[in-house]
Protein backbone atom coordinates (compact mmCIF):
# COMPACT_ATOMS: atom_id res chain seq x y z
CA UNK A 1 0.00 0.00 0.00
CA UNK A 2 1.29 3.76 -1.13
CA UNK A 3 0.90 6.11 1.71
CA UNK A 4 1.05 9.79 1.31
CA UNK A 5 1.41 12.80 4.06
CA UNK A 6 -0.42 15.73 2.85
CA UNK A 7 0.78 19.03 4.78
CA UNK A 8 -1.23 22.56 4.19
CA UNK A 9 -3.00 24.97 6.96
CA UNK A 10 -5.43 25.76 4.35
CA UNK A 11 -7.94 22.63 4.69
CA UNK A 12 -9.51 23.68 0.72
CA UNK A 13 -5.82 22.83 -0.77
CA UNK A 14 -5.70 19.57 1.46
CA UNK A 15 -9.29 18.59 0.36
CA UNK A 16 -8.56 19.49 -3.18
CA UNK A 17 -5.05 17.68 -2.99
CA UNK A 18 -6.77 14.70 -1.75
CA UNK A 19 -9.59 14.47 -4.29
CA UNK A 20 -7.40 15.04 -6.98
CA UNK A 21 -5.01 11.98 -6.41
CA UNK A 22 -7.65 9.83 -5.04
CA UNK A 23 -9.23 10.32 -8.69
CA UNK A 24 -5.71 9.67 -10.26
CA UNK A 25 -4.84 6.62 -8.47
CA UNK A 26 -8.32 4.97 -8.38
CA UNK A 27 -7.18 1.02 -8.72
CA UNK A 28 -4.36 1.18 -6.58
CA UNK A 29 -4.32 1.58 -2.74
CA UNK A 30 -3.36 4.21 -1.56
CA UNK A 31 -4.02 6.28 2.03
CA UNK A 32 -3.66 9.65 2.21
CA UNK A 33 -3.22 11.39 5.37
CA UNK A 34 -3.45 15.28 5.52
CA UNK A 35 -3.00 17.71 8.21
CA UNK A 36 -3.36 21.50 8.73
CA UNK A 37 -0.96 21.51 11.58
CA UNK A 38 2.96 21.11 10.98
CA UNK A 39 4.00 19.40 14.59
CA UNK A 40 0.87 16.37 14.28
CA UNK A 41 2.44 15.93 10.79
CA UNK A 42 6.02 15.29 11.80
CA UNK A 43 4.24 13.07 15.05
CA UNK A 44 2.45 11.11 12.98
CA UNK A 45 5.81 10.63 10.87
CA UNK A 46 7.57 9.30 13.59
CA UNK A 47 4.98 6.27 13.95
CA UNK A 48 3.77 6.03 10.37
CA UNK A 49 5.89 5.15 7.06
CA UNK A 50 5.30 7.38 4.25
CA UNK A 51 6.06 6.96 0.78
CA UNK A 52 5.47 10.60 -0.41
CA UNK A 53 5.39 13.27 1.72
CA UNK A 54 3.75 17.04 0.36
CA UNK A 55 3.80 20.02 2.12
CA UNK A 56 3.18 23.83 1.83
CA UNK A 57 5.90 26.32 2.49
CA UNK A 58 4.43 28.67 4.43
CA UNK A 59 2.85 27.94 7.19
CA UNK A 60 2.43 29.78 11.23
CA UNK A 61 4.87 27.70 13.27
CA UNK A 62 7.33 25.62 11.50
CA UNK A 63 7.56 26.55 7.59
CA UNK A 64 7.40 23.64 5.29
CA UNK A 65 11.17 23.70 5.18
CA UNK A 66 11.38 22.85 8.28
CA UNK A 67 8.48 20.22 8.50
CA UNK A 68 10.62 18.40 5.55
CA UNK A 69 14.37 18.59 7.23
CA UNK A 70 12.22 16.82 9.82
CA UNK A 71 11.01 14.47 7.75
CA UNK A 72 14.34 13.65 6.07
CA UNK A 73 15.83 12.81 9.46
CA UNK A 74 12.78 10.81 10.22
CA UNK A 75 12.01 8.87 7.29
CA UNK A 76 14.60 9.46 4.64
CA UNK A 77 12.89 6.93 2.19
CA UNK A 78 9.94 9.11 1.65
CA UNK A 79 10.17 11.76 -1.35
CA UNK A 80 9.50 15.64 -0.72
CA UNK A 81 7.77 17.53 -2.62
CA UNK A 82 6.55 21.32 -1.79
CA UNK A 83 3.64 22.88 -3.00
CA UNK A 84 3.27 26.55 -2.46
CA UNK A 85 1.86 29.67 -3.69
CA UNK A 86 5.14 31.53 -2.19
CA UNK A 87 7.54 33.78 -4.40
CA UNK A 88 10.73 33.69 -2.26
CA UNK A 89 12.30 31.33 -4.48
CA UNK A 90 15.18 31.62 -2.68
CA UNK A 91 13.78 30.50 0.43
CA UNK A 92 12.59 27.69 -1.64
CA UNK A 93 16.02 26.74 -3.10
CA UNK A 94 17.36 26.64 0.45
CA UNK A 95 14.33 24.07 1.15
CA UNK A 96 15.40 22.19 -1.52
CA UNK A 97 19.01 22.41 -0.99
CA UNK A 98 18.30 21.47 2.96
CA UNK A 99 15.77 19.05 3.29
CA UNK A 100 16.41 17.40 -0.59
CA UNK A 101 13.22 18.56 -1.77
CA UNK A 102 11.95 16.55 -4.94
CA UNK A 103 9.79 18.97 -6.75
CA UNK A 104 8.95 22.03 -6.07
CA UNK A 105 5.15 22.90 -7.64
CA UNK A 106 3.51 25.97 -7.49
CA UNK A 107 -0.03 26.98 -6.74
CA UNK A 108 -2.41 26.87 -8.25
CA UNK A 109 -1.02 23.51 -9.44
CA UNK A 110 -1.69 21.84 -12.85
CA UNK A 111 -3.35 18.60 -12.29
CA UNK A 112 -1.50 16.68 -14.78
CA UNK A 113 1.96 17.90 -13.31
CA UNK A 114 0.92 16.70 -9.75
CA UNK A 115 0.02 13.19 -11.08
CA UNK A 116 3.38 12.88 -12.74
CA UNK A 117 5.21 14.48 -9.61
CA UNK A 118 3.21 11.73 -7.46
CA UNK A 119 4.10 9.09 -10.03
CA UNK A 120 7.91 9.97 -10.29
CA UNK A 121 8.35 10.01 -6.45
CA UNK A 122 6.68 6.33 -6.26
CA UNK A 123 9.25 5.26 -8.77
CA UNK A 124 12.12 7.51 -6.75
CA UNK A 125 11.17 6.02 -3.13
CA UNK A 126 10.97 2.26 -4.99
CA UNK A 127 14.87 3.21 -6.18
CA UNK A 128 15.95 4.38 -2.77
CA UNK A 129 14.26 1.43 -0.81
CA UNK A 130 15.68 -0.79 -3.09
CA UNK A 131 19.31 0.94 -2.88
CA UNK A 132 18.69 0.33 0.97
CA UNK A 133 18.30 -3.10 0.75
CA UNK A 134 20.94 -3.80 -1.95
CA UNK A 135 23.91 -2.04 -0.28
CA UNK A 136 24.49 -4.68 2.70
CA UNK A 137 25.30 -7.05 -0.09
CA UNK A 138 27.48 -4.50 -1.69
CA UNK A 139 29.01 -4.11 1.57
CA UNK A 140 29.90 -7.79 2.08
CA UNK A 141 33.68 -8.60 1.99
CA UNK A 142 34.97 -10.21 -1.10
CA UNK A 143 36.83 -13.21 0.32
CA UNK A 144 38.41 -13.92 -3.09
CA UNK A 145 39.72 -10.09 -3.34
CA UNK A 146 40.30 -9.66 0.34
CA UNK A 147 38.62 -6.29 -0.03
CA UNK A 148 35.11 -4.98 0.28
CA UNK A 149 33.28 -3.64 -2.38
CA UNK A 150 31.81 -0.02 -2.72
CA UNK A 151 28.18 0.78 -1.74
CA UNK A 152 26.35 1.41 -4.78
CA UNK A 153 25.37 5.21 -3.89
CA UNK A 154 29.20 5.58 -3.44
CA UNK A 155 29.62 3.85 -6.90
CA UNK A 156 27.24 6.91 -8.14
CA UNK A 157 28.68 9.77 -6.36
CA UNK A 158 31.95 8.91 -8.39
CA UNK A 159 30.37 8.95 -11.25
CA UNK A 160 28.34 12.06 -10.72
CA UNK A 161 32.09 13.79 -9.44
CA UNK A 162 33.13 12.10 -12.91
CA UNK A 163 30.68 14.24 -15.06
CA UNK A 164 30.61 17.51 -12.22
CA UNK A 165 33.63 17.99 -10.82
CA UNK A 166 32.59 19.44 -7.01
CA UNK A 167 29.47 18.57 -7.18
CA UNK A 168 29.40 16.09 -4.51
CA UNK A 169 31.77 18.23 -2.47
CA UNK A 170 29.40 20.25 -0.56
CA UNK A 171 30.37 22.51 2.83
CA UNK A 172 27.36 22.75 4.87
CA UNK A 173 27.33 25.60 8.26
CA UNK A 174 26.17 24.51 11.95
CA UNK A 175 22.93 25.16 10.40
CA UNK A 176 22.59 22.59 7.80
CA UNK A 177 22.74 25.73 5.12
CA UNK A 178 25.40 25.21 1.89
CA UNK A 179 28.13 27.82 2.29
CA UNK A 180 28.60 29.42 -1.16
CA UNK A 181 32.23 31.10 -1.83
Same mark, same amino acid.
Given at each position: ??? %?? %?L????? =???????????A !???????????????????? /????? !? #???????????????????????????? =????????????????A?????? !? &??????????????????????????? &?? &????? /????P???????????????????????????? =??? #?????????
Amino acid at each position: MRR %IL %ILDDEIA =VLNALRRTLRAA !FPDEAIEIETFDEPENAVLR /AGVQD !F #DVVISDYRMPGLNGADVLQLMKGLQPDA =VRIVVSATTAFGDIIAAVNRAEV !F &RYLAKPWQQEELIATVREAFVRRDSRV &RA &RLEQP /AAQMPDLRAGRQHPPSHQIELEELEVEEPGMTR =VDW #DEHGNIRLY
